[in-house]
Nanobody
Framework: QVQLVESGGGLVRPGGSLRLACKASGRTISNYAMGWFRQAPGKEREFVAGISRSGGSRYFEDSVKGRSTMSRDDAENTVYLQMSSLKPEDTAVYYC????????????????????WGQGTQVTVSS
């Protein structure tokens, strides 16, 4: 399995932006669809964004749509989540996930589809 390490979290003021990174090791992510999930205190984990193996298909959860982008750099074995116009309700631990697949244009929006997970990075949006 691929190992995933997230970075880029921290304390951000409302309206600010940040870029999360997920660095993979052990295997190339070119064989994986990738996803970002988050879990706020007292809440269930929820899907945030997903990207296909090819990078050509992306999907975002409604609450982040329009203010988030997700990209992948297979040469660097890294995926990114760029979020802007951050709100206090974006506060959560953000997790990167990977799903090995032969399908190049498919993204996945449920956690049970993914094979590997990172440890998470905390994002706190507060003034």
């Amino acid at each position: 399995q691929v190992q995933l390490v997230e970075s880029g979290g921290g304390l951000v003021r409302p309206g600010g932006s940040l870029r999360l990174a997920c660095k993979a090791s052990g295997r190339t992510i070119s064989n994986y669809a990738m996803g970002w999930f988050r879990q706020a205190p007292g809440k269930e984990r929820e899907f945030v964004a997903g990207i296909s193996r090819s990078g050509g298909s992306r999907y975002f959860e409604d609450s982040v749509k329009g203010r988030s982008t997700m990209s992948r750099d297979d040469a660097e074995n890294t995926v990114y989540l760029q979020m802007s116009s951050l709100k206090p309700e974006d506060t959560a631990v953000y997790y990167c996930a990977a799903k090995e697949t032969t399908l190049r244009s498919t993204w996945y929006d449920t956690g049970d589809k993914y094979d590997s997970w990172g440890q998470g990075t905390q994002v706190t949006v507060s003034s």
